[in-house]
């Protein structure tokens, strides 16, 4: 059977191509601002974070072109830590995730072939996608939890990636980091589609599990509009995400690490897809939150986000910029940048955080 003939020597190649990779760093994976040119998925990744004012960067990302071996598919992920160890969280995540995911889509895909032969291989190719994304996020939380070098009780990651595979592309997302697509619309202009829900723990269906699990979601009276999530018995931790990687001390009241999984096939109207950290807060939200920042517990102020790319710049905008950048090896670049520059300008006096942004084209022509 091709498929499975295929699968196997890619596997083989991918065991080849590890010392390759220690060889020459560069290679086909990209974990640092820059961009990685894809030849065989038709793709250029532009890939930019900048460190904060608050310390440590807790951002991190990954761009692997030709994943699997197999020459269409590339992997984007986007890591945004929290915690006083989130920026250890945040890289183990990095580094355990693809690996993972590939490992047991590769298994998927081989037991799928035995059973149900090529045909019908095509036909459930997100179906494996969506099986494989849930074991691997499953077993990277439980090896997390069972490391003796990272403490991730009250620290934990988001982790927001895509497969891009031919004309398919799958997103998963754990936590509040968003994906948005950039795409023409019927008038020519640049059009935002929005491919992510920004888990927070106010969601009617998040609520529902946390407080069935005993945990609490409630806004803290110096923070109206700010939803968390705390334990039965104390104020603690006062998470403003309901699906993270770590976060043990929550683990037992409803946070969890499943991510939702999608799918959408790529049309040629379909431009560029931004993944970022942080979601866009509601200006009215912020408007009343951002008195009271002051007065926050110091506990509070590091829990929370502030100054990343979706407090303070819309979908449309965020697609809008990057659309209308010259070089497109510095979209994300110049994403980030006017993140800072909105930030520093509707928020003075307050301290811009991590800020974080991949770019990737979906097509090797310039845009139109």
């Known amino acids: 059977m091709r498929q499975l003939s295929s699968l196997l020597q890619g596997l083989a190649r991918l065991m080849a191509g590890k010392e390759r990779k220690e060889e020459d760093p560069q290679g086909t994976v990209l974990r640092m601002s820059g961009t990685l040119r894809g030849e065989g998925s038709g793709t250029l990744a532009a890939v930019w974070s900048r460190r904060g004012e608050k310390g ?6 990954v761009v692997w072109e030709g994943f699997g071996c197999q020459d269409d598919t590339v992997f984007c992920g986007i890591f945004d830590g929290h915690g006083q160890w989130g920026h250890y969280v945040s890289k183990a995540v990095r ?8 490992c047991r889509w590769q298994e998927a895909v081989a037991l799928a072939s035995l059973i149900d032969g090529e045909k019908k291989l095509g036909d459930c190719q997100f179906d494996l996608w969506r099986q494989s994304y849930l074991a691997a996020a ?3 939380d439980e090896e997390l939890r069972r490391s ?6 009250n620290s934990g990651s988001t982790a927001l990636s895509i497969v891009k595979k031919g004309n398919m592309m799958v997103i998963a997302n754990v936590g509040d980091s968003r994906a948005v697509l950039g795409t023409t619309s019927d008038d020519g202009s640049i059009a935002a589609v929005q491919l992510t829900v920004d888990f927070k723990p106010n969601l009617p269906q ?19 509009g700010v939803h968390r999530v705390w334990l039965p018995d104390r104020e603690a931790p006062g998470l403003a995400m309901s699906r993270a990687f770590g976060d043990y001390c ?18 040629a109207r379909d431009q560029f897809v931004i993944l970022a950290t942080d979601g866009v807060r509601d200006k009215f939200l912020l408007s009343m939150v951002v008195p009271f ?20 710049v819309t979908n449309e905008e965020a697609v809008q910029i990057v659309a209308d950048t010259p070089e497109r090896e510095k979209a994300a670049k110049r994403l980030v940048q006017c993140a800072v520059r909105a930030w520093r300008r509707k928020r003075r006096g307050y301290a811009v955080d991590d800020c974080s942004a ?11």
């Not at 580094?95 to 590939?102: K, M, N, T, V, Y």
């Not at 003796?148 to 009780?153: C, G």
Request: charged share 25%.
């Open 56 to 61: 440590t960067n807790q951002d991190c990302s």
């Open 95 to 102: 580094d355990s995730l693809p690996s993972s995911l590939l």
């Open 138 to 140: 499953a077993a990277v």
């Open 148 to 153: 003796r070098r990272l403490d991730a009780v």
């Open 206 to 224: 998040e609520k529902a599990r946390i407080v069935q699990c005993k945990g609490r979601v409630h806004c803290h009276e110096d923070e109206p």
């Open 250 to 267: 929550v683990k037992d009241y409803g946070v969890i690490s499943a991510p939702e999984v999608t799918q959408r096939k790529i049309t």
């Open 293 to 312: 920042l002051c007065a926050l517990p110091h506990h509070l102020m590091d829990v929370e986000k502030w100054g990343q790319v979706w407090d303070v």
């Open 358 to 368: 991949i770019c990737l084209f979906l097509h090797h022509s310039p845009l139109s």
